[in-house]
């Protein structure tokens, strides 16, 4: 049973579809659940001394992009949480501060030279939270299928039947 569950979001696809289920959990246990957004700080430039550039997004804009959030969810009381610094700590340290049972977070699948350059915050989070982690990756946008002239319906995907499936 969750009592709270966190919900740290970047406002990207994957975060909206773990977002939709953290809700589903929260109203599933009578649980609170707590979002959170991480603005990552600007970093120094190192020139004729430090100069600090301005931010890309102020706190009013992420605490409208929050409270979007709640109003998407209005029968629930979501605690709305901004915090700054790196992403990773800080949704470990606010995991630990409440006391979360539970962290339900988006990735964006990243792979390869895109994983390395960039990180991962899921990952991190999967390796280093004290609770159970639940990471939600958005579902891949499909192509549309164009009809070919030499066919009268679209192409359908592949079904494995269950005796194949178990194989797997």
């Given at each position: ?63 409208q992009?929050l ?96 005796a ?5």
């Amino acid at each position: 049973m969750f009592s709270t569950i966190l919900h740290p979001t970047d406002f990207s696809t994957s975060s909206k579809a773990a977002f939709q289920l953290a809700c589903s959990l929260t109203r599933d246990h009578g649980a609170r659940l707590i979002v959170l957004h991480v603005a990552t700080p600007p970093a120094a430039a190192f020139a004729e001394g430090i100069v600090v550039p301005e931010p890309s997004l102020d706190d009013a804009v992420l605490w409208q992009n929050l409270r979007h959030l709640q109003e998407q969810e209005s029968d629930l009381a979501l605690d709305l949480r901004l915090a700054e610094g790196s992403a990773d700590r800080e949704i470990l340290r606010v995991a630990e501060e409440i006391s979360c049972d539970l962290i339900v977070i988006g990735t964006h699948g990243r792979t390869g030279l895109g994983r390395l350059l960039m990180g991962s915050v899921a990952e991190q989070i999967v390796r280093k939270a004290a609770c159970p982690v639940l990471t939600v990756k958005s579902a891949p946008r499909r192509e549309k299928i164009a009809a070919s002239p030499l066919l009268s319906a679209p192409i359908a995907e592949p079904v494995m039947e269950p005796a194949v499936m178990a194989r797997y």
